[in-house]
């Protein structure tokens, strides 16, 4: 299904992209408090642990970015100069939920639990962020022809995310065409990948959200499913890149993280399980 549309700019400096980011944060932030309403864990702990995360997770982004493309920057100036686009979600995430998690053990709240309610969260999160690359038009995969994608149909003339051309857009010239991967032409179509990323993760935050209410799991099993979710979601969605550097195994930089962030969540998911299990089974002391 091609969807066309004008690439949305940014408004008094301020870009969709990063705007959409922020709104992001405050829904998670509203959905986490929700999640804890059932629960006696002291908030203002909770609000400290978020305040801690979100820098840190415009750090790790960033470093993420800079390590998965080194040719893009030629000085440490470079690096620092995040208004200029360039920020990975996975460093992120990883950043954030690790200073968060410093934060918690600090103040000694039951880190499983926090994580099992943010879970959620943090999916819903990621789907509002995802339509500022989509107001954007940024992250266009592959070429696509097929009726089940969801693809953005290039408009004559629009003006791409950096890194996407040629901008303004243009029909294929002598010797080009639209299944030329790399380059995005007016008149084709292209995996509309922040529309997948979309789509999944405010799947993956409703199903989450549902195991939360239900109760019958061990604490950390709803994160580790949704570290499962988004891992396995993010690899299947990155085969459809079309510019994002592939280091190793034909994989992009965020496909390798995922692969390896799958993993241990299956080990995590059969940890809590058989430790459940177990416990149920261990016999009780007579006293």
């Not at 995430?93 to 998690?101: E, G, P, S, V």
């Not at 857009?169 to 002598?174: K, N, S, W």
């Not at 280091?247 to 998911?269: D, E, K, N």
Request: charged fraction near 15%; aromatic fraction near 10%; charge should be positive.
């Amino acid at each position: 299904m091609g969807i066309g549309y004008r690439p949305v700019p940014g408004v008094l400096g301020i870009s969709p992209h990063g705007l959409l980011a922020a709104v992001g944060i405050f829904v998670g932030y509203w959905a986490l408090r929700r999640l804890t309403r059932r629960h006696d864990l002291p908030w203002d702990v909770l609000e400290r642990a978020i305040l801690w995360a979100i820098p840190a997770g415009i750090v790790g982004a960033r470093a993420d970015f800079v390590l998965s493309h080194p040719g893009q920057f030629d000085s440490v100036g470079s690096v620092l100069q995040i208004w200029n686009g360039g920020l990975a979600l996975f460093g992120g995430l990883i950043a954030a939920i690790t200073a968060a998690l410093l934060v918690l053990h600090h103040h000694r709240l039951p880190l499983r639990l926090v994580l099992d309610l943010a879970a959620p969260a943090i999916a819903l999160a990621i789907g509002i962020g995802r339509v500022g690359d989509l107001l954007l038009t940024d992250h266009l995969g592959k070429p696509t022809t097929s009726v089940f994608a969801l693809a953005y149909r290039v408009p004559f003339g629009a003006d791409l995310a950096p890194g996407f051309g040629p901008s303004p857009a243009r029909p294929p010239g002598d010797g080009e065409s639209c299944a030329d991967v790399g380059r995005f032409f007016a008149g084709c179509s292209y995996h509309l990948t922040p529309a997948y990323d979309l789509v999944g993760a405010l799947i993956l935050s409703a199903f989450l959200w549902w195991l939360l209410v239900r109760r019958q799991h061990p604490e950390g099993a709803v994160f580790a499913l949704f570290v499962i979710g988004y891992a396995t979601q993010r690899l299947m969605i990155d085969a459809t890149r079309a510019v994002d550097e592939r280091p190793l195994w034909g994989m992009t930089g965020t496909q390798l993280v995922a692969f390896v962030l799958a993993l241990a969540g299956v080990a995590c998911i059969g940890w809590l399980y058989t430790r459940e299990r177990s416990l149920r089974c261990a016999p009780r002391r007579l006293t």
